[in-house]
């Protein structure tokens, strides 16, 4: 049987549960959940995400809409339009694609969404809350991998969870998911000594670091599970994670691949979040 953890089929099959969720919602109510997606400059990565987004928002039977701002557009033209979307009825997730442009401050535009649209989880009130254990809105990608596990049937209570790489958006996050759920968690960084030798402890292991296939396949503890959540462009065209794949997978019992691992689970999830947003505030 295959080890490896596809994420780009179980996300599939959430967009296709949501989708039919959102269909039987608009029956009963007349209403669907609305998603707005606001994108400042030209990044093209950041603008490959947006269209993304909104495709599979389309797809799923959302409300889509995309607010494409100029790069010279000032901090507030910009809140002013987070302000406007706060009271937009139609809108229940508000997501500002990060990095902004130079010379715009994005805590301050986080910090001005309303919490209760926050689907990206990144307002310090939903940090804090995730952080006290009662989460209300958790940030995409950490969610995801929860998921992948969930749905890939690996028990996270009790077991030793090393997540490598301590980020706001992915590290810390993921680690505080996994404690909630009772795993023993440590979380490594860039100074963290004997790297392989914390990683060869874990029954669960999660990437996030940006470096391309840094975890080997003898730092995986037979049978692990290995969730990467790294994306990194190696010349023209080709994804790798953060985990060389083809050693680590002889080893690991359930490995996530990249592309179509942890990626199209962030979206995926971004979706569930705003229906979670819909059914609190319709
Ligand atoms: P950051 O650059 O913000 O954080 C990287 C973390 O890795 C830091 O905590 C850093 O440590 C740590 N680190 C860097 N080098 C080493 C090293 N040599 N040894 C140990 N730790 C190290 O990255 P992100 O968390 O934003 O993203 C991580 C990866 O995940 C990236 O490849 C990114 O593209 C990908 N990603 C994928 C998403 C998806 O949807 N699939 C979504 C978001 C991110 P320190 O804190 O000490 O500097």
């Not at 606001?38 to 599979?56: F, H, N």
């Not at 969930?150 to 706001?168: L, M």
């Not at 962030?266 to 979706?271: D, G, R, V």
């Amino acid at each position: 049987m295959s080890n490896i953890l596809d994420g780009k089929q179980i996300a599939k099959d959430i967009r296709e549960e949501l989708r039919k969720e959102v269909a039987e919602l608009k029956e009963k109510t007349g209403r669907v959940p609305g998603l707005a997606v606001v994108l400042v400059g030209e990044d093209p990565a950041s603008a490959t995400y947006v269209r993304m987004k909104g495709k599979a928002c389309e797809q799923a039977g959302f409300l889509s809409r995309t607010h494409r701002l100029s790069e010279t557009t000032s901090q507030r033209e910009l809140l002013d339009l987070v302000n406007e979307l706060n009271e937009d009825d139609e809108i229940h997730g508000i997501l500002v694609q990060l990095p902004l442009p130079d010379g715009l401050d994005d805590q301050e535009v986080l910090k001005a969404i309303n919490p209760e649209k926050d689907v990206d989880g990144f307002h310090p009130l939903n940090v804090g809350r995730l952080m006290t254990g009662d989460p209300y809105f958790v940030p995409c990608t950490p969610r995801g991998v929860i998921e992948l596990l969930d749905r890939g049937n690996v028990e996270i209570k009790g077991k030793k969870a090393v997540v490598v790489g301590r980020s706001n958006i992915v590290g810390k996050p993921a680690a505080l998911l996994l404690l909630q759920r009772h795993a023993t968690v440590t979380i490594c960084h860039s100074r963290t000594q004997d790297l392989p030798g914390v990683v060869r402890e874990a029954d669960i292991v999660v990437a996030a670091v940006g470096r391309p296939e840094m975890v080997r396949g003898d730092w995986i503890k037979e049978g692990a599970v290995v969730i990467d959540v790294g994306v990194n462009r190696v010349g023209e065209k080709k994804l790798v994670g953060d985990v060389a794949f083809d050693e680590a997978k002889d080893v690991a019992s359930l490995i996530t691949p990249v592309p179509g691992g942890v990626g199209p689970m962030t979206i995926a999830m971004l979706l569930q979040n705003t229906l979670e947003a819909f059914k609190n505030h319709g």
